[in-house]
Nanobody, 115 residues
Framework: QVQLVESGGGLVQPGGSLKLSCAAS????????MGWYRQAPGKQRESVGS???????NYADSVKGRFTISRDNAKNTVYLQMNSLKPDDTAVYYC?????????WGQGTQVTVSS
């Protein structure tokens, strides 16, 4: 079983920044891909972006140019740097890993963007 633990959420003002972390219980290079998702109250969970084992990244149009996914293989950790945050970015952010036909999810971390 794989454990994913997100951290780094909190309350931030519009225009501010946060960096989320997702620590995996084993090598992140063992996964085909890892991704970040978010779910706002009353809305469906949506993809924010992902990174493959080879390092390819993609992002949702709503966060392109503002959010960046990176990783530290030695720490088995994937990051989500969020800049120029907007109130619409308020959501619970989840980390997901994919290994062939298996998916693993973290417990989520709350991000609130408000003045």
């Amino acid at each position: 079983q794989v454990q994913l633990v997100e951290s780094g959420g909190g309350l931030v003002q519009p225009g501010g920044s946060l960096k989320l972390s997702c620590a995996a219980s084993r090598s992140i290079l063992s996964f085909n891909a890892m991704g970040w998702y978010r779910q706002a109250p009353g809305k469906q969970r949506e993809s924010v972006g992902s990174i493959t084992a080879s390092g390819s990244r993609n992002y949702a149009d709503s966060v392109k140019g503002r959010f960046t996914i990176s990783r530290d293989n030695a720490k088995n950790t994937v990051y989500l740097q969020m800049n120029s945050l907007k109130p619409d970015d308020t959501a619970v952010y989840y980390c997901k890993s994919v290994q062939w036909d298996r998916e693993y999810w973290g417990q989520g971390t709350q991000v609130t963007v408000s003045s």
